[in-house]
């Protein structure tokens, strides 16, 4: 995902976790491997962030590391942010899914998939 796009979508994210009161979000960027920013301030997420991976379509491990994390809660949902380069994702919990604007997943998502232009 470019870095314009990439930065919308963080963007988006700052202001729905801003407007709901929500302090802190769990980030994590992949590639081939998950690299785990941990919980970062709003204000943060928003434009201060390095972003690390980048390029890589495997994003199965940043799900899993997640799904597995003893310090994310059970019932916390999941937002996989993509350009729809990706490989076929199992999430067992809530989850949605933020691609670019004309950008198709290669599998029927079961969460609901928001868009940005």
Do not use: N
Not at 79 to 87: F, K, N, Q, S
């Amino acid at each position: 995902m470019d870095v314009k796009l990439l930065g919308k979508a963080l963007g988006a994210i700052a202001s729905y976790a801003t407007a709901r009161d929500v302090p802190r979000a769990r980030v994590v960027f992949w590639d081939a491997a998950a690299y785990d920013a941990g919980y970062l301030p709003v204000e943060e997420i928003a434009g201060k962030v390095r972003v690390r991976g980048r390029g890589g379509t495997v994003l199965q491990p940043g799900v899993r590391l997640l799904e597995q994390a003893g310090d994310f809660p059970p019932d916390g949902p999941i937002l996989v942010i993509t350009d729809g380069e990706c490989e076929v994702l199992r999430v067992r919990r809530e989850h949605a899914f933020l691609v670019p604007q004309g950008a198709s997943l290669p599998f029927r998502p079961r969460g609901p998939v928001f868009f940005v232009k």
